[in-house]
């Protein structure tokens, strides 16, 4: 029963690689822990350091190191105890800040030899971890202690002197059969540790360091690091490894995945945050080594500008890299290092599959200096109720931009809820603003997506086109700024407010509809003119009290020309009021005028004016004295 209950068990258990499918060691053992075995020359003496997990209960509480008799186990010495016998040449040492109590033993006897157990507390509660302590005429060399939060890294430095320079340095670990093969100076690396190893040579001649980071449970164990082959040559140094856990201990992602396009952030623990330090991120070569990318004093290396920025942030002791405009050769293991803190570093590795990025926009946009520019970043609807911010990149970081709301110089970011989109302003554009600017998203306090956008200064010939031809241009050039964008000079009238993007585009959708429109209406306005004008030209309306009458400006010519081809000094008028013909007597000056040129209309308009006044003046005398005084005017002789 109890086979088939561990059958079930092992079925339940994720499959992963060859390390993922076994218990993890240190999850059954003690949380305590110490080397596996001492050994001491007889009169010589040990030391024995172990370690306890660091809560305060722990830091304050009992400490001891006993001897195994049956199954009791017999207190030699604790934090305020020594047995009889062990006076004057044990004590136990409590260093609460480094986690551990160490144990010192002189005048090494027959009786020291044997299994302990150094512990925390009351004997046999279970946080202890056993020893084994042997005598020997010649020890060999005991293998070195390391102790290793889970998740964190180890670093080891080997030294074998200067007459291994061209010998083959390696790293392996002891098993049944043998000692399997980590990394080696050929760049041969255990499938297990890829991309989370790294071998440095270092000074002096004939030393080298390894870095293993995400240090796992299965990871604990003996280690041989050695120059040559390993059973062939002498030149090797043992390294005792214990994994154990901290809660405290901050879990970093081992696998960051980002869509072309994108972006990914990586997080790096350096404990404490040291000024003096240097920080960098690098990125593993498959040929060996690595390369820098960013660090933290304003280097950057030139094929990622734009791209990547570092963020420190003292709060958690971490610091964030964020790299955007994804692509595919992107992929593989980048690595968080520090020039003093080698213990802090860290790797991750980054997976780059298609798909459409969350934040999208424009990646170039281009304008002249002098207009207004709107940098415009959309956002899916899942970030809506993200903190939302516009910073602009240089070599030493992204600093962020103000909001628009603080009603400060320069450029301003603000964001549109309704249409999830976020906005950054420059009214006008200036030399200075030219650069790259990023948009991105952050969830309490932790950085997001970000998307990155160039803007570039224009020359001055792009000021010749009319703002027809921008607009058309723009549709066509996919580096040129959508609606909302940029506009040039042209595009803005002299003295007037710049319009916003929505403005802009309901006044060109108005002048669309108003333009032909208009047309049309002027053309009938014309049309009607003209008309209008040829009628006036035929005949003039004229009103003298009461009176309404067409006086023709043929009538006036044939009057003209009757006159002068008879030489009288009478001038025929329209009738006014009756059939009658009248006639009255003109200086000879005025019959003279009546043979000039053709006058304009406005001047035979006057004319006829004063003409219908004398007439009317006539018509009004002849009335008084009857018809009889009316003089009967003859027709023309031909």
């Given at each position: 029963m109890m086979l088939l209950a561990f059958i079930f068990l092992l079925a339940l258990l994720p499959a992963g690689s060859a390390s993922g499918r076994h218990l993890p060691k240190a999850a059954i053992s003690s949380p305590v822990f110490g080397p596996r075995e001492v050994q001491g020359v007889l009169g010589g003496s040990a030391i024995v350091k172990c370690f306890y997990p660091p809560t305060a209960v722990n830091r304050h509480d009992r400490k001891y190191w006993c001897k195994m008799q049956g199954t009791r186990c017999v207190t030699v010495v604790s934090s305020n105890y020594v047995a009889p016998g062990y006076e004057g040449r044990v004590s136990l040492i409590?260093?609460?800040?480094?986690?551990?109590?160490?144990?010192?033993?002189?005048?090494?006897?027959?009786?020291?030899?044997?299994?302990?157990?150094?512990?925390?507390?009351?004997?046999?509660?279970?946080?202890?971890?056993?020893?084994?302590?042997?005598?020997?005429?010649?020890?060999?060399?005991?293998?070195?202690?390391?102790?290793?939060?889970?998740?964190?890294?180890w670093t080891v430095s080997c030294s074998f002197g200067e007459g291994t320079e061209s010998l083959r340095k390696y790293l392996c670990k002891k098993e049944?059969?043998?000692?399997?093969?980590?990394?080696?100076?050929?760049?041969?690396?255990?499938?297990?540790?890829?991309?989370?190893?790294?071998?440095?040579?270092?000074?002096?001649?004939?030393?080298?360091?390894?870095?293993?980071?995400?240090?796992?449970?299965?990871?604990?164990?003996?280690?041989?690091?050695?120059?040559?082959?390993?059973?062939?040559?002498?030149?090797?140094?043992?390294?005792?490894?214990?994994?154990?856990?901290?809660?405290?201990?901050?879990q970093l992602q081992t696998k960051v995945i980002g869509k072309t396009g994108g972006s990914a952030t990586f997080e790096c623990l350096f404990d404490p945050l040291m000024k003096s330090s240097t920080r960098f991120w690098r990125k593993l070569r498959q040929e060996g080594g690595y390369e820098t990318i960013i660090d933290n004093i304003g280097f950057v290396n030139y094929k990622y500008e734009g791209r990547v920025a570092m963020f420190e942030n003292p709060g958690n002791k971490t610091v964030t890299v964020i790299l955007n405009q994804l692509q595919a050769k992107d992929e593989g293991f980048y690595w968080c290092m520090s020039n003093e803190l080698k213990e802090q570093q860290s790797s991750t590795e980054l997976k780059v599959v298609e798909g459409k990025p969350a934040l999208s926009g424009k990646k170039t946009v281009e304008a002249l200096p002098g207009s207004r520019v709107d940098l415009s970043c959309?956002?899916?609807?899942?970030?809506?109720?993200?903190?939302?911010?516009?910073?602009?990149?240089?070599?030493?970081?992204c600093f962020m931009l103000p909001g628009q709301q603080q009603g400060v110089a320069g450029p301003s970011?603000?964001?549109?809820?309704?249409?999830?989109?976020?906005?950054?302003?420059?009214?006008?554009?200036?030399?200075?603003?030219?650069?790259?600017?990023?948009?991105?998203?952050?969830?309490?306090?932790?950085?997001?997506?970000?998307?990155?956008?160039?803007?570039?200064?224009?020359s001055g010939d792009d000021a010749k086109h009319t703002p027809e031809l921008l607009e058309v241009d723009s549709s066509r050039d996919s580096g040129a700024v959508p609606p909302g964008g940029a506009y040039s000079d042209a595009e803005v009238r002299k003295g007037a407010a710049p319009e916003s993007s929505d403005e802009s585009r309901g006044s060109n959708t108005l002048a669309l509809v108003l333009g032909?429109?208009?047309?049309?209406?002027?053309?009938?306005?014309?049309?009607?003119?003209?008309?209008?004008?040829?009628?006036?030209?035929?005949?003039?309306?004229?009103?003298?009290?009461?009176?309404?009458?067409?006086?023709?400006?043929s009538d006036f010519e044939s009057v003209r020309d009757f006159s002068a081809s008879n030489g009288a000094k009478e001038i025929q008028e329209t009738p006014v009021g009756g059939d009658e013909f009248v006639t009255t007597t003109d200086t000879q000056e005025s019959a003279a005028d009546t043979t000039k040129a053709k006058r304009s209309s406005k001047e035979d308009a006057e004319l006829a004016y004063s003409s219908f006044l004398v007439t009317s003046d006539t018509i009004a005398q002849g009335s008084s004295r009857g018809d009889s005084a009316v003089p009967k005017v003859s027709p023309p002789q031909d």
């Amino acid at each position: 029963m109890m086979l088939l209950a561990f059958i079930f068990l092992l079925a339940l258990l994720p499959a992963g690689s060859a390390s993922g499918r076994h218990l993890p060691k240190a999850a059954i053992s003690s949380p305590v822990f110490g080397p596996r075995e001492v050994q001491g020359v007889l009169g010589g003496s040990a030391i024995v350091k172990c370690f306890y997990p660091p809560t305060a209960v722990n830091r304050h509480d009992r400490k001891y190191w006993c001897k195994m008799q049956g199954t009791r186990c017999v207190t030699v010495v604790s934090s305020n105890y020594v047995a009889p016998g062990y006076e004057g040449r044990v004590s136990l040492i409590d260093h609460p800040e480094a986690e551990n109590f160490q144990v010192n033993i002189s005048a090494l006897g027959l009786g020291d030899a044997g299994t302990f157990q150094c512990g925390v507390g009351v004997n046999g509660r279970g946080l202890s971890h056993t020893v084994t302590v042997t005598l020997v005429e010649d020890p060999s060399e005991a293998a070195e202690l390391f102790y290793v939060k889970l998740h964190s890294t180890w670093t080891v430095s080997c030294s074998f002197g200067e007459g291994t320079e061209s010998l083959r340095k390696y790293l392996c670990k002891k098993e049944t059969g043998g000692c399997r093969n980590i990394v080696d100076s050929h760049q041969d690396i255990d499938p297990d540790f890829q991309g989370r190893i790294l071998l440095t040579f270092e000074k002096p001649s004939g030393t080298f360091s390894v870095t293993v980071t995400q240090m796992d449970w299965e990871d604990t164990g003996l280690y041989y690091c050695g120059a040559g082959e390993y059973g062939k040559d002498s030149n090797l140094k043992g390294l005792d490894v214990f994994v154990y856990e901290d809660k405290n201990f901050p879990q970093l992602q081992t696998k960051v995945i980002g869509k072309t396009g994108g972006s990914a952030t990586f997080e790096c623990l350096f404990d404490p945050l040291m000024k003096s330090s240097t920080r960098f991120w690098r990125k593993l070569r498959q040929e060996g080594g690595y390369e820098t990318i960013i660090d933290n004093i304003g280097f950057v290396n030139y094929k990622y500008e734009g791209r990547v920025a570092m963020f420190e942030n003292p709060g958690n002791k971490t610091v964030t890299v964020i790299l955007n405009q994804l692509q595919a050769k992107d992929e593989g293991f980048y690595w968080c290092m520090s020039n003093e803190l080698k213990e802090q570093q860290s790797s991750t590795e980054l997976k780059v599959v298609e798909g459409k990025p969350a934040l999208s926009g424009k990646k170039t946009v281009e304008a002249l200096p002098g207009s207004r520019v709107d940098l415009s970043c959309s956002y899916p609807c899942q970030y809506y109720s993200y903190e939302k911010y516009w910073c602009k990149w240089n070599s030493s970081g992204c600093f962020m931009l103000p909001g628009q709301q603080q009603g400060v110089a320069g450029p301003s970011a603000s964001c549109n809820t309704s249409t999830r989109t976020m906005l950054l302003s420059f009214d006008p554009l200036t030399e200075d603003d030219e650069g790259w600017y990023w948009c991105g998203v952050k969830r309490n306090g932790a950085f997001g997506e970000t998307r990155g956008v160039q803007l570039l200064l224009s020359s001055g010939d792009d000021a010749k086109h009319t703002p027809e031809l921008l607009e058309v241009d723009s549709s066509r050039d996919s580096g040129a700024v959508p609606p909302g964008g940029a506009y040039s000079d042209a595009e803005v009238r002299k003295g007037a407010a710049p319009e916003s993007s929505d403005e802009s585009r309901g006044s060109n959708t108005l002048a669309l509809v108003l333009g032909p429109l208009a047309g049309l209406i002027l053309i009938v306005v014309t049309a009607f003119a003209i008309v209008k004008y040829r009628q006036l030209k035929r005949s003039d309306l004229v009103s003298v009290g009461s009176y309404r009458t067409n006086i023709s400006m043929s009538d006036f010519e044939s009057v003209r020309d009757f006159s002068a081809s008879n030489g009288a000094k009478e001038i025929q008028e329209t009738p006014v009021g009756g059939d009658e013909f009248v006639t009255t007597t003109d200086t000879q000056e005025s019959a003279a005028d009546t043979t000039k040129a053709k006058r304009s209309s406005k001047e035979d308009a006057e004319l006829a004016y004063s003409s219908f006044l004398v007439t009317s003046d006539t018509i009004a005398q002849g009335s008084s004295r009857g018809d009889s005084a009316v003089p009967k005017v003859s027709p023309p002789q031909d």
